[in-house]
Nanobody, 115 residues
């Protein structure tokens, strides 16, 4: 059973920073993609950033230059360092693990950026 546990959300003022972390447990292939998605009410969940186990990263245009994704393959963890936060970054952030044609999700962590 694969489980993802997120931490690090909260309330921050515009211009501030937050760091999200996600730890994956269970048995799964080492070749995988871990990432972060954001969802706001009334909208589809959207990709924020993703990183392959080989080190390739991908970012949504809206966060390029402000967010940095990193992962520790040995510990099966992924982190999202968020800087220069804007109110539009507000949402529930979900950790994702894609492996062997399957996708797993964490429970989500709320990020609220006040103006």
């Amino acid at each position: 059973q694969v489980q993802l546990v997120e931490s690090g959300g909260g309330l921050v003022q515009a211009g501030g920073s937050l760091r999200l972390s996600c730890a994956a447990s269970g048995i799964f292939f080492s070749i995988n993609v871990m990432g972060w998605y954001r969802q706001v009410p009334g909208k589809q969940r959207e990709l924020v950033a993703a990183a392959t186990s080989g080190g390739t990263t991908n970012y949504a245009d809206s966060v390029k230059g402000r967010f940095t994704i990193s992962r520790d393959n040995a510990k099966n963890t992924v982190h999202l360092q968020m800087a220069s936060l804007k109110p539009d970054d507000t949402g529930i952030y979900y950790c994702s693990l894609k492996v062997a044609g399957l996708e797993y999700w964490g429970q989500g962590t709320q990020v609220t950026v006040s103006s």
